[in-house]
């Protein structure tokens, strides 16, 4: 596990023992590769984040950034937050896109956890990072917030 101290991306990895640094630059690479406009990289509550800038949408229920997608080192595992596939509908699709490449899919709500690089289906990750923009992700966080 890294400490929650590190304030950048790079700083984070740097703090990994080799092979959790060598899967979460890969997984960082297609999120990066596949992130749409106006979501920014940075440091969210001890983990690489990707979400929505408070300057571009500031009614978020905790006072900080809309988190879209989040990157963490475990003790035993690597987790992937995915925002985007919260909802049990959307859960499910995803599910069965990553299921279809062979791959198990160890996951709870929004986290996907993985403990090495094989574990994941990369194509299916960036096509699901790729598939929400900015603008579709504020919107069904507000649908979301209103239904609760």
């Known amino acids: 596990m890294v400490s929650s101290a590190a304030a950048t ?15 979460l630059r890969a997984i ?26 408070l ?13 879209y997608v989040a990157l963490a080192a475990q003790k035993r595992h690597v987790s992937i ?3 985007g596939v919260y909802d049990e509908e959307v859960q499910r699709e995803f599910a069965d896109q ?15 956890r993985v403990r090495e690089l094989d574990d994941v289906a990369l194509d299916v990750l960036g096509d699901w990072v790729a598939r929400w923009p900015v603008d579709d992700f504020i919107t069904a966080y507000r649908a979301g917030r209103e239904r609760s």
């Open 98 to 112: 990553w299921r279809a490449t062979g791959r198990k899919l160890d996951m709870g709500k929004a986290c996907v």
């Open 55 to 67: 300057e571009r949408f500031p009614d978020t229920y905790n006072g900080r950034p809309l988190g």
């Open 9 to 23: 991306p790079d700083e984070y990895l740097s703090e990994l023992p080799a092979d959790r640094a060598e899967v």
């Open 81 to 83: 937050y995915l925002m």
């Open 28 to 53: 960082r690479r297609v999120v990066l590769d596949h992130l749409p406009p106006g979501y920014e990289e940075g440091m969210e509550f001890g983990m690489i984040s990707y979400h929505v800038p």
